[in-house]
Protein backbone atom coordinates (compact mmCIF):
# COMPACT_ATOMS: atom_id res chain seq x y z
CA UNK A 1 0.00 0.00 0.00
CA UNK A 2 1.41 3.42 -0.85
CA UNK A 3 1.10 6.67 1.21
CA UNK A 4 -1.14 8.85 -1.09
CA UNK A 5 -2.51 10.99 2.13
CA UNK A 6 -1.62 14.57 1.71
CA UNK A 7 0.20 16.41 4.40
CA UNK A 8 -1.37 20.13 5.66
CA UNK A 9 1.68 22.13 5.90
CA UNK A 10 2.91 23.39 8.92
CA UNK A 11 2.94 27.43 9.85
CA UNK A 12 3.35 27.60 13.33
CA UNK A 13 6.18 29.66 14.89
CA UNK A 14 8.86 29.01 16.70
CA UNK A 15 7.58 29.72 19.81
CA UNK A 16 4.19 27.90 19.51
CA UNK A 17 5.84 24.86 18.16
CA UNK A 18 8.33 24.41 21.32
CA UNK A 19 5.39 24.98 23.87
CA UNK A 20 3.46 21.77 21.48
CA UNK A 21 6.89 19.79 22.42
CA UNK A 22 6.36 20.49 25.52
CA UNK A 23 3.28 18.34 25.24
CA UNK A 24 4.34 15.92 22.43
CA UNK A 25 4.50 12.31 23.87
CA UNK A 26 8.02 11.69 21.97
CA UNK A 27 8.07 8.48 21.50
CA UNK A 28 5.02 8.71 18.95
CA UNK A 29 6.53 11.96 17.10
CA UNK A 30 9.85 10.59 16.37
CA UNK A 31 8.68 7.77 14.16
CA UNK A 32 5.62 10.53 13.09
CA UNK A 33 8.56 12.82 11.75
CA UNK A 34 9.99 9.85 10.09
CA UNK A 35 7.49 8.33 8.41
CA UNK A 36 6.42 12.33 7.52
CA UNK A 37 9.96 13.06 6.18
CA UNK A 38 10.98 9.70 4.76
CA UNK A 39 14.12 10.18 6.41
CA UNK A 40 14.61 7.05 8.94
CA UNK A 41 17.62 8.27 10.01
CA UNK A 42 15.60 10.39 12.25
CA UNK A 43 14.56 7.28 14.52
CA UNK A 44 17.62 7.10 16.09
CA UNK A 45 19.39 4.28 18.49
CA UNK A 46 20.13 7.24 21.49
CA UNK A 47 16.82 8.45 21.28
CA UNK A 48 14.63 4.89 21.00
CA UNK A 49 13.13 4.85 24.90
CA UNK A 50 13.70 1.75 26.86
CA UNK A 51 11.55 -1.58 25.64
CA UNK A 52 10.89 -2.27 29.02
CA UNK A 53 9.01 1.03 29.89
CA UNK A 54 5.74 0.86 28.49
CA UNK A 55 3.43 2.63 30.51
CA UNK A 56 5.94 4.89 31.79
CA UNK A 57 6.00 8.60 31.07
CA UNK A 58 8.07 9.43 27.64
CA UNK A 59 8.07 5.42 26.99
CA UNK A 60 10.68 4.99 29.90
CA UNK A 61 13.17 8.09 28.07
CA UNK A 62 15.18 10.03 30.93
CA UNK A 63 15.43 13.26 30.95
CA UNK A 64 18.75 13.88 28.90
CA UNK A 65 16.66 11.73 25.53
CA UNK A 66 13.66 14.15 26.16
CA UNK A 67 15.09 16.85 25.86
CA UNK A 68 17.41 15.84 23.08
CA UNK A 69 14.31 14.60 21.39
CA UNK A 70 12.55 17.74 21.72
CA UNK A 71 15.92 19.92 19.97
CA UNK A 72 15.73 17.05 17.56
CA UNK A 73 12.70 17.49 16.60
CA UNK A 74 11.99 21.42 17.06
CA UNK A 75 14.65 21.27 14.04
CA UNK A 76 12.99 18.76 12.13
CA UNK A 77 9.58 20.83 12.46
CA UNK A 78 11.25 24.17 11.55
CA UNK A 79 12.39 22.15 8.24
CA UNK A 80 9.32 20.91 7.48
CA UNK A 81 7.68 23.95 7.86
CA UNK A 82 10.51 26.15 5.89
CA UNK A 83 10.88 23.62 3.19
CA UNK A 84 7.63 21.49 3.49
CA UNK A 85 7.26 17.64 3.72
CA UNK A 86 9.25 15.99 1.36
CA UNK A 87 8.33 12.23 2.15
CA UNK A 88 7.02 11.26 -1.19
CA UNK A 89 5.24 7.90 -1.92
CA UNK A 90 6.32 5.24 -0.09
CA UNK A 91 5.37 1.97 0.85
CA UNK A 92 3.37 1.96 4.26
CA UNK A 93 4.31 -1.40 5.03
CA UNK A 94 8.13 -0.50 4.96
CA UNK A 95 7.29 2.45 7.03
CA UNK A 96 5.45 0.69 9.49
CA UNK A 97 8.57 -2.24 9.38
CA UNK A 98 11.14 0.52 10.24
CA UNK A 99 9.31 2.04 12.92
CA UNK A 100 8.45 -1.30 14.61
CA UNK A 101 12.25 -2.41 14.84
CA UNK A 102 13.02 1.12 15.85
CA UNK A 103 10.43 1.04 18.41
CA UNK A 104 11.34 -2.66 19.71
CA UNK A 105 14.91 -2.77 19.43
CA UNK A 106 14.55 -5.79 17.09
CA UNK A 107 14.59 -6.79 13.83
CA UNK A 108 10.41 -7.49 12.40
CA UNK A 109 9.64 -10.84 10.36
Do not use: H, Y
Not at 74 to 100: M, P, Y
Request: glycine content about 8%; aromatic content about 6%; cysteine-free.
Amino acid sequence: MINSQATEPLTADDETIRTALNDAFLPALLPALAQATGDFSLLREDLRPPAAAPGMLQGGMSDEQQSQARDFAFDVLKTLRDDGANGGQRSIEDDVRRIFEWMTGSPAS
